[in-house]
């Protein structure tokens, strides 16, 4: 299960040592007299987490590199982050990466109210498609804003998506298959919406690893663990070829990605698991399609009459 934690005080001295802990970096904070309020909530998925925080007052702090790619959008209030050679004002209706992961920062902070997601560089790196040899800074980001409006956007409907699921479906999160692909899902935005190095070009060497016989050895291997949280690494390590490899190879011999396979055949499993399912136990159609790793069973529901031509609660009924 997604771990949930809420602190509130209105002791600066407790909440640094809080927010010391919650970002894993040494924030020397400081604050005005009077009323305050530290106030921080947040659902920690491991491999991101998905943060509320108020700072009802007026507080600057420094901080050391976070390592982790910290995406915050205010809603009340205002920020303006610095670090050397550069620095940003963020206020209400904008989105912006906090600072550059690998630099420290200082902040300033005005009566202040956001959401905030945090994303672990390895995520970031599995999902970008970079072979597990790369060196670790082969990705980074090179802005710390959205490339445009329009991407903008999309980082909200991304993050709006998870926190829809925590409020509509929040036993869904506690499915493995779930969880991996709302962190994918969120990493993927991340990637889109601010720019970055990526995976960088296909080399001559991907382009003739791409193969039909690399499509058989990851189609093998899907088939045989679908069940389990597999990444894309995963899945180039076991057809012998770089994550980038693998992608060429889907394009030009299969007719979908391989998290479209992966999608397929897991929806397949899930028609299986509805079919030899007893609706007398207590099965449901939102159980089953969480098992393997579908979190909203609208969608799962309007995918599986795509394939199966009926809805899923009239194969549970049979």
Excluded at 102 to 130: I, K, M, W, Y
Excluded at 133 to 155: E, I, V
């Amino acid at each position: 299960m997604p771990k949930r934690n809420v602190f509130e005080t209105a002791d600066l001295d407790a909440g640094r040592e809080f927010m010391n802990a919650a970002y894993g970096t040494s924030l020397r904070m400081s604050g005005t007299e009077g009323d305050q309020l530290i106030r921080h909530a947040r659902y920690d998925f491991g491999p991101f987490c998905v943060d509320d925080v108020t700072l009802s007052m007026e507080t600057g702090y420094d901080a050391d590199p976070l390592e982790s790619l910290a995406v915050v959008e205010p809603r009340t209030g205002w920020v303006e982050h610095r670090w050397e050679g550069g620095g940003e004002r963020v206020g209400p209706g904008e989105i912006a990466v906090i600072a550059p992961p690998d630099r420290p920062f200082t902040a300033l902070a005005h009566n202040l109210d956001f959401g905030s997601v945090v994303l672990d560089q390895s995520l970031l790196t599995e999902v970008a498609g970079l072979a597990e040899d790369q060196p670790a800074d082969t990705l980074h980001f090179t802005g710390l804003q959205p490339a445009s409006p329009a991407l903008a956007d999309h980082w909200r409907t991304t993050v709006g998506y998870v926190r829809r699921v925590l409020a509509t479906s929040p036993e869904a999160m506690s499915e493995p298959l779930v969880l991996g692909n709302v962190a994918r899902t969120v990493a993927a935005g991340a990637l889109v919406t601010f720019p970055n190095t990526g995976a960088g070009e296909s080399t001559s060497q991907d382009g003739g690893d791409a193969t039909p016989g690399a499509v058989r050895r990851a189609v093998a291997f899907i088939e045989a663990n679908a069940h389990l949280d597999i990444g894309l690494s995963d899945m180039a390590t076991a057809a012998r070829v770089t994550p980038r490899a693998l992608q060429i190879a889907f394009a030009r011999h299969h007719d979908t990605g391989p998290w479209g396979c992966v999608t397929r055949i897991r929806l397949d499993r899930a028609h299986f698991d509805l079919l030899a399912a007893d609706p007398d136990d207590d099965a449901t159609v939102a159980a089953v399609a969480a098992r393997w790793g579908f979190a909203k069973s609208a969608n799962f529901a309007a995918r599986y009459h795509d394939v199966y031509g009926v809805s899923p609660e009239s194969t549970l009924a049979i």
